[in-house]
Protein backbone atom coordinates (compact mmCIF):
# COMPACT_ATOMS: atom_id res chain seq x y z
CA UNK A 1 0.00 0.00 0.00
CA UNK A 2 1.26 3.32 -0.71
CA UNK A 3 1.94 5.70 2.26
CA UNK A 4 2.14 9.14 2.26
CA UNK A 5 6.05 9.92 0.36
CA UNK A 6 4.77 7.32 -2.39
CA UNK A 7 0.89 9.59 -2.82
CA UNK A 8 2.84 12.96 -2.78
CA UNK A 9 4.68 11.63 -6.06
CA UNK A 10 1.41 11.15 -7.81
CA UNK A 11 -0.15 15.00 -6.30
CA UNK A 12 -0.59 17.66 -8.44
CA UNK A 13 1.52 21.06 -8.37
CA UNK A 14 0.77 24.67 -8.50
CA UNK A 15 2.59 26.86 -6.16
CA UNK A 16 6.09 26.18 -4.97
CA UNK A 17 5.69 23.39 -2.45
CA UNK A 18 7.36 22.63 1.05
CA UNK A 19 9.05 19.54 0.89
CA UNK A 20 9.06 16.33 3.15
CA UNK A 21 12.59 17.54 4.26
CA UNK A 22 11.20 20.74 5.58
CA UNK A 23 8.18 19.22 6.44
CA UNK A 24 9.60 16.79 8.96
CA UNK A 25 11.75 19.72 10.45
CA UNK A 26 7.77 21.37 11.39
CA UNK A 27 6.29 18.18 12.75
CA UNK A 28 9.74 17.22 14.51
CA UNK A 29 10.50 20.67 16.17
CA UNK A 30 6.64 21.49 17.45
CA UNK A 31 6.37 17.34 18.45
CA UNK A 32 2.86 16.92 16.37
CA UNK A 33 0.82 13.71 16.92
CA UNK A 34 -2.08 12.48 16.38
CA UNK A 35 -4.80 14.14 17.48
CA UNK A 36 -3.32 17.99 17.10
CA UNK A 37 -5.27 20.58 15.50
CA UNK A 38 -3.66 22.65 13.00
CA UNK A 39 -4.37 25.46 10.28
CA UNK A 40 -2.16 25.63 7.12
CA UNK A 41 -1.77 28.85 5.11
CA UNK A 42 -1.37 29.18 1.93
CA UNK A 43 -2.61 25.63 1.32
CA UNK A 44 -0.73 26.16 -2.26
CA UNK A 45 -0.27 22.84 -3.57
CA UNK A 46 -1.07 21.01 -0.33
CA UNK A 47 2.02 19.59 0.09
CA UNK A 48 2.76 20.77 4.24
CA UNK A 49 -1.49 20.40 4.45
CA UNK A 50 -0.79 17.17 3.51
CA UNK A 51 2.24 16.17 5.30
CA UNK A 52 0.60 17.42 8.64
CA UNK A 53 -2.98 15.55 8.29
CA UNK A 54 -0.72 12.65 7.90
CA UNK A 55 1.07 13.02 11.64
CA UNK A 56 -2.30 13.81 12.96
CA UNK A 57 -4.75 11.90 11.47
CA UNK A 58 -7.27 9.88 13.05
CA UNK A 59 -8.64 12.70 15.29
CA UNK A 60 -6.68 15.61 14.33
CA UNK A 61 -7.69 18.05 12.16
CA UNK A 62 -6.17 20.12 9.24
CA UNK A 63 -7.72 23.24 8.27
CA UNK A 64 -5.97 25.22 4.96
CA UNK A 65 -5.97 28.09 4.03
CA UNK A 66 -5.81 28.90 0.25
CA UNK A 67 -7.23 32.52 -1.00
CA UNK A 68 -6.46 31.61 -5.11
CA UNK A 69 -9.69 29.16 -6.27
CA UNK A 70 -7.25 27.39 -8.60
CA UNK A 71 -4.59 26.39 -6.14
CA UNK A 72 -7.61 25.47 -3.59
CA UNK A 73 -8.83 23.09 -6.28
CA UNK A 74 -5.15 21.66 -6.83
CA UNK A 75 -5.17 20.90 -2.54
CA UNK A 76 -8.64 19.69 -2.55
CA UNK A 77 -7.65 17.15 -5.88
CA UNK A 78 -4.42 15.84 -3.58
CA UNK A 79 -6.32 16.03 -0.68
CA UNK A 80 -8.85 13.46 -1.88
CA UNK A 81 -6.10 11.32 -3.61
CA UNK A 82 -4.47 10.95 -0.36
CA UNK A 83 -7.30 9.52 1.22
CA UNK A 84 -7.52 12.71 3.86
CA UNK A 85 -10.67 14.32 3.25
CA UNK A 86 -12.17 13.43 6.57
CA UNK A 87 -8.73 15.17 8.49
CA UNK A 88 -8.63 18.15 6.21
CA UNK A 89 -10.72 21.27 5.63
CA UNK A 90 -9.69 23.12 2.50
CA UNK A 91 -10.52 26.61 2.79
CA UNK A 92 -10.86 28.85 -0.69
CA UNK A 93 -10.34 32.22 2.06
CA UNK A 94 -7.92 34.92 3.01
CA UNK A 95 -6.02 33.53 5.83
CA UNK A 96 -6.52 36.76 7.57
CA UNK A 97 -10.31 35.71 7.48
CA UNK A 98 -9.53 32.51 9.26
CA UNK A 99 -12.04 31.59 12.88
CA UNK A 100 -10.41 28.75 14.14
CA UNK A 101 -9.42 28.47 17.77
CA UNK A 102 -7.09 26.12 19.95
CA UNK A 103 -5.01 25.59 17.51
CA UNK A 104 -2.24 23.37 18.47
CA UNK A 105 -0.11 24.47 15.62
CA UNK A 106 -0.09 27.27 12.87
CA UNK A 107 1.83 27.55 9.64
CA UNK A 108 2.19 30.20 7.23
CA UNK A 109 3.68 29.95 3.94
CA UNK A 110 2.43 33.01 2.13
CA UNK A 111 3.31 36.43 1.79
CA UNK A 112 2.81 39.10 4.73
CA UNK A 113 2.72 36.05 7.02
CA UNK A 114 3.92 38.60 9.37
CA UNK A 115 1.09 40.69 9.38
CA UNK A 116 -1.05 37.00 10.97
CA UNK A 117 1.02 36.65 13.92
CA UNK A 118 -0.72 38.35 16.48
CA UNK A 119 -4.23 37.02 14.86
CA UNK A 120 -1.74 33.86 15.12
CA UNK A 121 -0.80 34.51 18.96
CA UNK A 122 -4.56 34.55 20.52
CA UNK A 123 -5.81 31.58 17.95
CA UNK A 124 -2.96 29.43 19.98
CA UNK A 125 -3.66 26.56 22.86
CA UNK A 126 -1.11 27.22 25.97
CA UNK A 127 2.05 25.69 24.43
CA UNK A 128 0.89 25.65 20.82
CA UNK A 129 3.55 26.42 17.97
CA UNK A 130 3.87 28.77 15.28
CA UNK A 131 6.11 27.92 11.96
CA UNK A 132 6.78 31.15 9.59
CA UNK A 133 8.17 29.03 6.12
CA UNK A 134 10.09 31.20 3.34
CA UNK A 135 13.13 30.79 0.94
CA UNK A 136 13.89 34.64 1.63
CA UNK A 137 15.44 35.49 5.25
CA UNK A 138 14.47 39.32 5.10
CA UNK A 139 10.56 37.84 5.88
CA UNK A 140 12.35 35.68 8.50
CA UNK A 141 13.21 38.85 10.11
CA UNK A 142 9.93 40.72 10.39
CA UNK A 143 8.69 37.56 11.12
CA UNK A 144 10.55 36.82 14.45
CA UNK A 145 10.93 40.92 15.09
CA UNK A 146 6.88 40.18 15.34
CA UNK A 147 6.49 37.26 17.21
CA UNK A 148 9.12 38.62 19.63
CA UNK A 149 6.18 41.95 19.98
CA UNK A 150 3.06 39.38 20.13
CA UNK A 151 4.57 37.72 23.00
CA UNK A 152 5.91 34.45 21.61
CA UNK A 153 8.83 32.26 23.32
CA UNK A 154 11.18 30.27 22.16
CA UNK A 155 11.99 31.84 18.94
CA UNK A 156 14.13 30.69 16.60
CA UNK A 157 15.01 30.24 12.83
CA UNK A 158 16.95 26.83 11.22
CA UNK A 159 17.80 25.98 7.74
CA UNK A 160 17.57 21.99 6.90
CA UNK A 161 20.14 21.74 4.25
CA UNK A 162 20.36 18.01 3.23
CA UNK A 163 23.55 16.83 1.18
CA UNK A 164 22.64 13.30 -0.49
CA UNK A 165 26.04 11.34 -1.71
CA UNK A 166 26.88 8.64 -4.16
CA UNK A 167 27.91 5.46 -2.19
CA UNK A 168 30.29 3.31 -4.07
CA UNK A 169 34.17 2.80 -5.22
CA UNK A 170 34.37 6.25 -5.57
CA UNK A 171 32.18 7.98 -2.36
CA UNK A 172 31.23 11.28 -2.70
CA UNK A 173 28.59 13.80 -1.82
CA UNK A 174 26.43 14.30 -5.31
CA UNK A 175 27.78 17.69 -6.76
CA UNK A 176 24.41 18.84 -8.00
CA UNK A 177 20.90 18.80 -6.66
CA UNK A 178 18.93 21.54 -4.46
CA UNK A 179 20.96 22.76 -1.60
CA UNK A 180 18.66 25.89 0.04
CA UNK A 181 14.71 25.75 0.09
CA UNK A 182 13.37 27.59 2.54
CA UNK A 183 14.63 29.51 6.29
CA UNK A 184 11.75 28.40 8.87
CA UNK A 185 10.80 30.52 11.86
CA UNK A 186 9.45 28.76 14.84
CA UNK A 187 7.88 30.75 18.14
CA UNK A 188 5.99 29.25 20.98
CA UNK A 189 3.23 30.84 23.00
CA UNK A 190 4.02 30.39 26.69
C1 LIG B 1 4.38 28.91 -1.71
S1 LIG B 1 2.68 28.59 -1.75
C2 LIG B 1 2.40 27.48 -0.40
C3 LIG B 1 2.84 26.06 -0.72
C4 LIG B 1 2.41 25.04 0.33
N1 LIG B 1 3.02 25.31 1.61
C5 LIG B 1 2.73 23.62 -0.10
O1 LIG B 1 3.51 22.93 0.60
O2 LIG B 1 2.21 23.17 -1.13
C6 LIG B 1 1.99 30.08 -1.13
C7 LIG B 1 0.47 30.14 -1.30
O3 LIG B 1 -0.06 31.14 -0.43
C8 LIG B 1 -1.24 31.62 -1.04
N2 LIG B 1 -1.58 32.87 -0.33
C9 LIG B 1 -0.91 34.05 -0.36
N3 LIG B 1 -1.50 34.95 0.45
C10 LIG B 1 -2.57 34.31 1.02
C11 LIG B 1 -3.57 34.69 1.95
N4 LIG B 1 -3.59 35.93 2.46
N5 LIG B 1 -4.51 33.79 2.32
C12 LIG B 1 -4.49 32.52 1.79
N6 LIG B 1 -3.58 32.10 0.90
C13 LIG B 1 -2.63 32.98 0.53
C14 LIG B 1 -0.85 31.77 -2.50
O4 LIG B 1 -1.99 31.81 -3.33
C15 LIG B 1 0.01 30.51 -2.69
O5 LIG B 1 -0.76 29.47 -3.21
Known amino acids: MDNIIDLL ?31 DAGGGSGFLTLMLANVVAPKGRVYSYEKNPNFAEIVKHNVKLCGLEKIVTVKNRDAEEFSEKNLDLITLDMKGAENLIGK ?24 SKRMKKEGFSQIKTVENIQREWLVGTHTHPIPSGVMHTGFLTFGRKI
Not at 120 to 126: F, M, R, Y
Open 9 to 39: KKCRRGPQIITPKDAGVIITETGLNSGKRCL
Open 120 to 143: CHKALKNKGFLCVYSPHIEQQNAA
